[in-house]
C-alpha cells in the first residue's frame, strides 16, 4: 500500500510517499493513521491533531472512517488551500 | 478541455476569448480570475502551489458536472495552476456561460466556493518574513457551506 | 478609460489582460460579458442597440463610483457598445478587482443589475419574424432593488 | 430647448428631435409632455402611457416632477434596456 504526503505534512515528514504493509486489523485510515503513529514518532508528531489531516483512497476524498479494502494509494495531506 | 491543472502560466484573455467562441446560444459569460495578491501591508515574492494532480481532476470534474447541473450552464471552464508564482500572474479562472446573468454568476461563485475548499492545492508563499504555509480559512468553509 | 461607451466592438480577452494587469494588490477580479444571444427557439440575425451617449457616461460613472465605495473595490471597469451587432458579439463587458472575491463577485452583480435598468441603451432585434424593440423585464427591476 | 426621442418613441414620432418654446406655465417635466401633447395629435399618442416615459434633463435623470428651470436639453425614452 502506496502512503502520498502533501503540504506540510509532507515537509515534516521529509518524504513524499512511503509504502506499507499494515496488518490485518488496520481496517479504516484512521486505523492506518493510529499504527502508524504507533511505530513512527515522527509521524505521531506530525498527525497529532487529527481534525487537520485530510484523506484520500485511490484519488477519491474520504472520510478517516473510511474503508481500505481495495485501497492501492492512500493520500494524507492538511486542509486545502486551493483557488 | 474543461478541467485544467496545469504547471504552467495561462493567459487569461486567451482562455476566455476561446470560452466564449461559439456558445451564440448563450448571453451571459461570468470569469472569475485569481491572482497572486502582494500588498505593502502582507508583501510576498513568491507563491507555491503544491497540488495532488489526480486528485484535483477528480474533484474539479465533480464539482464542474454539479455546477452545470445546478444552475443551467451552457459550459464551464476551471483552470488551476500549480508551481512557483509571482504577484500578479493568474493563479486560477472560472469561466461560466448561461442564457442569463443570475445563473452564469451563482454558477461561478459556487464553483470557486467549493474550489476554495475541496480541491487538493496548498499554498505557501515566500515574502520578507520568509516562507510559510498558508492556512485555511474559516470564512472559505462558511462560503461554501450556504450552498448545501 | 474606465467608463467606455462605443461604436466599434471590442475583444474580451485583450480588455481583461489589460485590466488586471499591473493591480499586484488584488487577488480576485471578476469579469461579466454580455453577448448577443440566438437559440433555435429564438433565433436573431442582429442586435442594435441605441444609445443616448452623453447620458450613458454620466449614468455609468455614477454606478461605478457607488460600486467602488460599496464593495471596496480597488478598480472597476464598464464597457458598452451600441450599433448594430450579430449574435455571439460581446455588447457589454463589466470587471471588477478587489482583495477578496465576494467583494468581486458582488461589485460586478451590482453594476449589471443597475446597468439594465439605468443605463440608456435601447435593444432591437431582427430575426425571421422581423424587427422589434425589446421590453424592459421586471425581473430587471427586482435585481435591481435588491441593492437599495 | 431641445427636446430628444430615443428608441421607439424616436421611431413612432419620426424625428430624433426637436426644438420648443413652452409658455411659462411650462414649469415640469410632466407640464411639457402635457402641453405637446395638446398641441400634437401624434406626440398625444406615443406618450399615452406616461409610465413608459422615462424623462432626462442636461442628461441627468429626471422624475416627471422636476423643474425646468435651467434645462437646455430634454430627452424623453422608453425603460431602458441595457446591459
Given amino acids: 500500500m502506496r502512503v502520498l504526503y502533501f503540504a506540510w505534512l509532507r515537509e515534516r515528514l521529509d518524504r513524499s510517499e512511503q509504502q506499507v504493509e499494515p496488518p490485518e486489523q488496520v481496517k479504516t485510515v484512521a486505523d492506518l493513521i493510529n499504527w502508524m503513529a504507533e511505530n513512527d514518532e515522527a509521524f505521531a508528531l506530525a498527525v497529532e491533531k487529527r481534525s487537520l489531516i485530510r484523506a484520500a483512497i485511490n484519488a477519491q476524498i474520504v472520510s478517516h472512517d473510511a474503508s481500505l479494502a481495495d485501497a492501492h494509494t492512500i493520500a494524507l495531506f492538511p486542509p486545502m488551500t486551493g483557488g | ?148
Fill in chain 2, 1 to 148: 478541455m474543461t478541467v485544467r491543472v496545469i504547471s504552467q502560466h495561462f493567459d487569461p484573455g486567451e482562455q476566455i476569448n476561446a470560452f466564449v467562441k461559439d456558445h451564440h446560444g448563450a448571453g451571459a459569460a461570468v470569469t472569475f480570475t485569481g491572482l497572486v495578491r502582494s500588498s505593502p501591508s502582507d508583501p510576498i515574492t513568491t507563491l507555491t502551489l503544491e497540488c495532488y494532480p489526480e486528485l484535483a481532476v477528480n474533484q474539479l470534474d465533480a464539482i464542474r458536472s454539479e455546477a452545470l447541473t445546478r444552475f443551467n450552464l451552457l459550459a464551464a471552464t476551471i483552470i488551476h495552476r500549480y508551481g512557483t508564482m509571482k504577484p500578479g500572474n493568474p493563479i486560477v479562472q472560472v469561466m461560466t456561460l448561461a442564457p442569463h446573468r443570475g445563473d452564469a454568476f451563482d454558477g461561478a461563485q459556487f464553483l470557486m466556493d467549493y474550489l476554495k475548499t475541496d480541491a487538493p492545492f496548498w499554498k505557501k508563499e515566500t515574502g520578507p518574513a520568509g516562507t510559510k504555509w498558508i492556512e485555511s480559512k474559516s470564512s472559505d468553509d462558511r462560503a461554501r457551506a450556504r450552498w448545501e
